[in-house]
């Protein structure tokens, strides 16, 4: 009987603790991996997750740190590295999104989102990356957006920071190669139960409906493995993005 695909891997998990992170937590959980949770605020539902992990048979750690800050990166790195001896998988999927007319957008407000959406994910893979150097090979998946394909005007800094993870995602395959293989994932728009429907969206894609945590997980699952796709962007939409 063949093997769980990630077994014996370590896999971090940028802003883990929820939503799509939780998901991917979980299923690389599930493929064997051992889980590494970054939480910044979401201790109780990082410890949460992993317990559910532990439970499960899996085996998973939980981390707080400010991903956007390059010290806690490096005490973050350092501490996977420290308690389990590798890194194979970095997810970057922290990140935070808001409202905001393009005339009103704040230098603060700019700042906030180029930091948690675009830096975390340089700082991340900066520090990571000589680990998997060393390793000779790792993996690395970035989170972007829609946003950064489509204009969203009430969005304005979102859709930057996004489409600038887009770039980053290319220019570090290139860079990384040939031992790190680098990936995107753009979702649509991904719903959670109790969440009211998004009606416009659900009407507009041709699939229908939105996605799911499992639906952005499933393609993690993928990028996680695969052995001759680098600088790509898989987009999970429901076929959004063609209307």
């Not at 675009?118 to 893979?125: G, R, T």
């Not at 887009?166 to 995107?184: D, G, H, K, Y």
Request: proline share 4%; glycine share 10%.
């Amino acid at each position: 009987m063949a093997g769980k695909p990630l077994e014996g891997q370590v896999a971090l998990i940028t802003g883990g603790a929820k939503r799509i992170g939780r998901s991917i937590a979980l299923r690389f959980a599930a493929d064997g991996a051992t889980i590494v949770v970054s939480y910044l605020k979401s201790k109780s539902d990082a410890e949460a997750l992993v317990a559910e992990v532990s439970q499960g048979g899996g085996k998973a750690l939980a981390l707080q740190a400010d991903v956007s800050k390059r010290a806690d990166v490096q005490r973050l790195i350092s501490e996977v590295e420290r308690q389990l001896g590798r890194l194979d998988i970095l997810v970057n999927n922290a990140g935070m999104f808001f409202p905001v007319k393009f005339t009103e957008i704040t230098d603060e407000q700019w700042n906030q989102i180029m930091d948690a959406n675009l830096k975390s994910q340089f700082l991340c893979s900066q520090i990571a990356a000589p680990i998997m150097k060393r390793q000779g090979r790792g993996r690395i998946i970035n989170l972007s957006s829609l946003g950064g394909f489509l204009a969203w005007p009430g969005y304005t800094h979102y859709c930057v920071s996004k489409a600038g993870s887009v770039m980053l995602t290319r220019c570090m395959a290139r860079a990384l190669a040939p031992e790190i293989l680098v990936n995107s994932i753009a979702p649509g728009t991904i719903q959670f139960p109790g969440e009211a429907p998004d009606e416009e969206y659900i009407h507009r894609a041709p699939l229908h409906r939105t996605g799911t945590g499992d639906d952005i997980a499933s393609a993690a699952a993928y990028l996680a493995t695969a052995a001759f796709v680098t600088g790509q962007v898989l987009v999970v939409d429901g076929g959004r993005m063609l209307v």
